[in-house]
């Protein structure tokens, strides 16, 4: 939520902390992180330095009060994430460029109160602020982690509690008989981020399902422009998104429900022939694509059990009101509504305390599915991590394959972790792509090319490219930093 919406959220966080006894404690992290990449593929350049400074503030207060605040600041000199000229407006809110910089970027990413006791008898657990909520335990790809949007910046190889968006809303957790209950409510709605369209990891114009095909009436060449996303208004109750969560055990059986009523913060792309003056000032026909968010109902599962040494575990969900890119060209905006099935299935196992394995099946199912739409009926992923712990807890080898069965498109990432005290990490790693461009992940294993704009048009890049992005393939080697401790304040204590 921006402006108005975001100060409440602020507000009623803080006054609801307010109402507690003087705090008796603090307790805090601060993580220094410098990030560095460079590309595996000509041109051979740096793709990111990327500094951070993170501080997160933990205060207890009296009666089962805390507060907790998180922001971080982050500096990247070279500044190939965000695009040649970023567009902040798009930005999430309490995400700054300072003094309108493309290098130096500061964040609030959480500040909420949280209040622990029983009402009635039954346990709660109540937070009001801007925070993140996980549901779902896949790997590489979310499927019942939809509460948050997600910045795809470094398309999916950030962390998971980094790349989410938190938003400002309410959770309330209760155990009643057995149950574990949840209830959420967002006001604050914040779409994915996408990578800037002359940034590293600009989505490819091929990608399959991406953009609706181009109108090219009375025989004029056809010509794409995109607009600006159509958020929806500060505070508007249509753009809230609500959840509720029900779990209980069963004998061996974790079991769990969930039901979540949002805006689609993936968004779809549609299409408006949209006349704009040419030569001469006759009219020319073009494309104008704006990204738009419609309302989807889930209703997701999950369950867990162990089957001697493994942990076999599932969840997925069935979405409606999904849009899908169409090839029929008697859908005006080049969409049609489908409903949504995807799940995961993994495996889980731990070998003599030193090796952790996890093996995956993730599918997604357009169902209904007909031949005009621009998206395969059904897609597959496999996936493998194996770490190991070597060195009593010093080294940490890691190896992450994520394939996709349709298209024979991978992303490989090997690391390895050395935890050289306590508080500093050190970790050497890669990134690397394969497969066709119009698939998911192969879109990053060929070189990017301009979309191009004809001539004699009122539009940027007339007579060139709309959009350029860096030439290449960003497949990349890393090395990474971490230094992290913690400290803590007793009022009264030395």
């Given at each position: 939520m921006r402006g108005r919406g975001a100060a409440l959220g602020c507000a009623l966080a803080w006054a609801a902390a307010g109402g507690a006894a003087a705090a008796p404690s603090l307790d805090g992290t601060l993580l220094l992180e410098t990030d560095t990449a460079w590309r595996v593929y000509s041109p051979r350049v740096a793709q990111k330095s990327?500094?951070?400074?993170?501080?997160?503030?933990?205060?207890?207060?009296?009666?089962?009060?805390?507060?907790?605040?998180?922001?971080?600041?982050?500096?990247?000199?070279?500044?190939?994430?965000?695009?040649r000229d970023p567009?902040?407006?798009?930005?999430?809110?309490?995400r700054w460029q300072v003094a309108g910089s493309r290098h130096l970027e500061a964040e609030l990413r959480e500040l909420y109160a949280h209040w622990s006791g029983r009402l009635r008898g039954a346990r709660m657990d109540v937070r009001l602020g801007k925070q993140q909520v996980v549901w779902g335990q896949s790997f590489g790809l979310r499927?019942?982690?939809?509460?948050n949007a997600q910045d795809f910046r470094e398309f999916i190889l950030d962390d998971?509690?980094?790349?989410?968006?938190?938003?400002?809303?309410?959770?309330?957790?209760?155990?009643?008989?057995?149950?574990?209950?949840?209830?959420?409510?967002?006001?604050?709605?914040?779409?994915?981020?996408?990578?800037?369209?002359?940034s590293e990891f600009a989505l490819d114009p091929e990608l399959e399902g991406l953009l609706p095909p181009l109108l090219s009436p009375s025989g004029a060449p056809p010509a794409p422009a995109f607009a600006g996303d159509d958020l929806p208004d500060d505070g508007d109750p249509s753009s809230w998104g609500f959840g509720l969560r029900a779990g209980r055990t069963v004998g061996e059986w974790d079991l769990s429900l969930h039901y979540w009523d949002r805006l689609d913060s993936?968004?779809?792309?549609?299409?408006?022939?949209?006349?704009l003056p040419g030569d001469r000032g006759r009219p020319v026909p073009v494309n104008v694509?704006?990204?738009?968010f419609p309302r989807v109902r889930s209703l997701g599962f999950a369950f867990a059990t162990t089957v001697g040494e493994l942990a076999?575990?599932?969840e997925g969900g069935l979405s409606f009101g999904r849009r899908f890119v169409t090839n029929d060209l008697l859908e005006a905006d080049g969409t049609v509504s489908r409903p949504e099935l995807q799940y995961a299935l993994g495996i889980d196992w731990v070998a003599h305390d030193q090796l952790f394995v996890n093996v995956q099946l993730i599918?997604?199912?357009?169902?209904?599915?007909?031949?005009?739409?621009?998206?395969?009926?059904?897609?597959?992923?496999v996936s493998a991590l194996f770490r190991a712990d070597l060195l009593g807890q010093r080294l940490f080898p890691q190896l992450f394959v994520l394939y996709g069965v349709q298209k024979h498109e991978s992303l490989i990432r090997p690391s390895i972790e050395w935890q050289a005290t306590d508080r500093l990490s050190v970790t050497l790693g890669a990134d690397l792509f394969t497969g066709p461009r119009d698939g998911l992940l192969g879109q990053f294993d060929s070189d990017r090319q301009c979309v191009p704009v004809q001539a004699g048009l009122p539009l940027p890049g007339s007579g060139g490219c709309l959009y350029d992005p860096p030439p290449g393939r960003p497949s990349r080697l890393f090395v990474r930093l971490r230094y992290e401790f913690g400290f803590r304040f007793r009022p009264g204590k030395r």
């Open positions: 990327q500094n951070r400074i993170e501080l997160d503030l933990r205060a207890r207060l009296g009666a089962g009060w805390r507060v907790r605040g998180l922001g971080r600041l982050l500096y990247d000199p070279v500044g190939r994430l965000v695009g567009d902040f407006a798009q930005s999430p809110v309490d499927v019942l982690d939809q509460v998971f509690v980094d790349a989410r968006t938190p938003v400002w809303g309410a959770r309330a957790d209760a155990v009643v008989s057995g149950w574990s209950l949840q209830g959420l409510w967002f006001p604050d709605f914040e779409p994915d981020v996408l990578a800037d369209p002359e993936r968004g779809v792309f549609e299409r408006t022939l949209t006349p694509f704006e990204r738009r076999v575990w599932g599918q997604f199912v357009i169902v209904d599915h007909d031949r005009a739409i621009d998206f395969p009926a059904h897609r597959e992923f």
